[in-house]
């Protein structure tokens, strides 16, 4: 693109501004953003969030690597958000395409563009953005002059449904992935080779998994067929890249020009759980536990709060009560936070790593708020099952420790529609809720509250729950009925996730090679921004299937055996098949697997890392 079309293309973005909500999410300028000459770098990167700037600007895995690769002199870094509604139509319009937020620049310019697909209700985004951007959305229709299209995020642990539409997955950590694609690429680029060599050249990468690749048949009855590698760079399995140790904690704050949803410095202090809930895909695949030092997390903590002003951090992990120094941490954090007035909020902490020591810390920094635990069930029975072993009495004691140290409310997060459970189950979740209430007007008097928050279980890919069936939707109901009735006049608030959305995430996350075409129909019948329940709308779906002639119960009400391939089974997420067939088995038998951190059960970590392993700073893999 020329200069002149350049300023061009400029001058008509901010003519269409004006027409939009607010504009600001469209025009970056924001402080500790980073501009590069564009002539002066090799590699042109737009990393893209498939959803509004407003959500995707928090996005601490896109920061990480919008700090990493701007850190190299010889690559250029910016990025794009979904368009909002109103937005999207005055591009198109005016025909202008997706453009980025640093240079303004066509997203059809640059070089790779690397999207993150954290959860799977953002795939219609993401082919909007490729058909905004001007880019062909299947893969095969791409030339050597298209961007190369690379995915990552949690999703991708089954990269099928969306891999007609992406050239190269990365499976895992993306963090030096990523570099070594850029390096990949730039060697493509000089060698001046076709688009298929690149393709085969990023499958030699660790970690990196390209579809195209990859033949997918399936048997007489639907089920697929081990997948057939097409080349002998595709290696079956690939196996998910990870770091021997945390990334650096960020060195750039980006500070947003417009509200966003999460205005706080995030910061990860641990990587990976070993608890082993049966229903958690990111317990899973995360692993193995990788903490942060201490004196790095106050570092860059100090380092955020200077950079942005925010008044709240939020230290972030999938278990923050077992991060080992925990006590020390936030006994060191208290002085920081306190002298800056800052608070801090401290997500996922477990009933089962509580402490008084912790509580007393924590009254100092932010008493008199909200508490979140998370039972998952209702029952100690199917506790057990779904493997988070915590007895009632676990769960009053640490209930009246929090309403002790002075805090008024909490909130329980349940999940209904698990594997084995009765309706007996699901009534219990109203009357321990009514319990704890009552418990906590014992102690704190009418002060006292409690929110309960119901989600659907979905038998995620890569977990022990990966055979089971997702609950029909007419029983969710009637679940989610009796618990209206169970909690009717108790004053405890119920939110609940709607069983329809939940019932498209299980139809995407289990989905083989052939929901793509369901998902292209969804996008073509006007499928966009899923994740909102006022734009999400089933019947677009439902239709979408019909136009694939794909039966959507075959996905969700039908168990799977055993010894089936499961779409998924050439993506190693580190935790092995075996390991997990015989934890479904224990669950079956209601038998609980403890924290592994004791006591090692070989999931695979080790055995595909050891390697790795060695190179971890002073055992910082928490494997023992
Ligand atoms: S290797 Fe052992 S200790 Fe490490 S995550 Fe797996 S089961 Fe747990």
Not at 154 to 162: G, I, L, M, R, T
Not at 230 to 237: E, I, N, T
């Given at each position: 693109m020329t200069d002149f079309q350049h300023n061009h293309l400029r001058q008509r973005i901010e003519r269409i501004l004006p027409t939009v909500v607010k504009p600001g999410r469209y025009v970056g300028g924001e402080l500790n953003q980073v501009i590069k000459d564009w002539e002066s770098v090799r590699t042109h990167l737009a990393l893209v969030f498939p959803d509004i700037y407003d959500l995707g600007h928090s996005n601490l895995g896109l920061a990480i690597l919008y700090d990493l690769l701007n850190q190299r002199s010889d690559v250029l870094a910016e990025r794009a958000y979904s368009p909002w509604i109103d937005m999207e139509a005055a591009l198109r319009e005016a025909d202008i395409p997706l453009f980025s937020l640093?240079?303004?620049?066509?997203?059809?310019?640059?070089d790779i563009i690397g999207v993150s697909l954290p959860y799977e209700t953002l795939f219609t985004n993401f082919l909007n953005i490729l058909d905004l951007s001007q880019i062909p959305i299947f893969s095969k229709d791409r030339g050597d002059h298209h961007p190369l299209i690379i995915a990552g995020g949690?999703?991708?642990?089954?990269?099928?449904?969306?891999a007609p539409f992406v050239d190269a997955f990365v499976i895992g950590e993306g963090e030096e992935a990523m570099l070594d694609v850029v390096d990949v690429h730039q060697a493509w680029v000089s060698a001046n080779q076709t688009r298929g060599e690149l393709l085969i050249h990023l499958a030699e990468i660790p970690g990196v998994y390209v579809p195209s690749l990859y033949q997918v048949d399936y048997a007489p009855d639907g089920t697929p067929l081990p997948v057939t590698p097409?080349?002998?760079?595709?290696?079956?399995?690939v196996t998910k890249r990870i770091m021997a140790e945390l990334p650096q904690p960020l060195t750039k704050f980006l500070v947003p020009n417009v509200e966003v949803v999460q205005e706080r410095v995030n910061i990860e202090i641990m990587r990976g759980c070993t608890r082993g809930c049966r229903f958690c895909h990111a317990g899973m695949v995360n692993r193995p536990i990788r903490e942060r030092p201490l004196e790095e997390i106050l570092e860059s903590l100090r380092a955020g709060l200077d950079q942005t002003g925010y008044e709240e951090v939020s230290l972030l992990s999938l278990s923050s009560s077992d991060y080992t120094e925990i006590v020390p941490l936030i006994e060191s954090l208290r002085e920081l936070l306190c002298e800056r007035q800052v608070n801090i909020s401290l997500p996922s902490l477990r009933i089962e790593s509580f402490s008084e020591p912790l509580m007393d810390q924590l009254q100092t920094l932010s008493p008199g708020g909200g508490f979140t635990l998370a039972p998952e069930a209702g029952t100690e029975r199917l506790r057990n099952i779904i493997n988070k072993p915590i007895s009632d009495q676990e769960l009053m004691e640490t209930v009246r420790s929090i309403f002790e140290h002075g805090w008024n409310s909490i909130k329980l997060y349940f999940m209904i529609g698990h594997p084995q459970e009765t309706m007996e189950d699901v009534a219990a979740i109203a009357e321990l809720s009514k319990t704890i209430l009552q418990e906590g007007k014992r102690i704190v008097g009418g002060r006292a509250r409690l929110h309960v928050g119901v989600s659907t279980f979905i038998p995620k890919p890569h977990t022990p729950f990966q055979w089971a069936t997702f609950d029909h939707t007419q029983s969710i109901e009637a679940k989610l009925a009796l618990l209206h009735d169970g909690l009717h006049g108790s004053k405890i608030k119920m939110t609940w996730n709607d069983p329809q959305a939940s019932l498209l995430e299980a139809w995407l996350s289990r989905g083989?090679?052939?929901?793509a075409n369901v998902i292209y129909h969804a996008w073509q019948n006007g499928a966009r921004f899923d994740a909102w329940s006022e734009h999400f709308n089933i019947d677009l779906w439902r239709q979408a299937f019909e136009q694939a002639q794909l039966d959507p119960d075959f996905y969700t009400k039908r168990a799977k055996d055993l010894d089936e391939t499961l779409p998924w089974d050439h993506i190693n997420a580190g935790v092995r098949k075996s390991f997990l067939q015989r934890d479904y088995k224990w669950s079956l038998e209601g038998q609980i697997r403890p924290d592994c951190r004791q006591n090692c059960y070989a999931c695979g970590i080790l055995s595909d890392f050891s390697e790795l392993r060695l190179t971890a700073p002073n055992g910082g893999w928490k494997c023992p």
């Open positions: 640093e240079s303004k620049r066509p997203l059809s310019e640059f949690q999703s991708v642990y089954n990269p099928e449904p969306v097409l080349h002998l760079a595709a290696s079956v399995p083989d090679r052939r929901m």
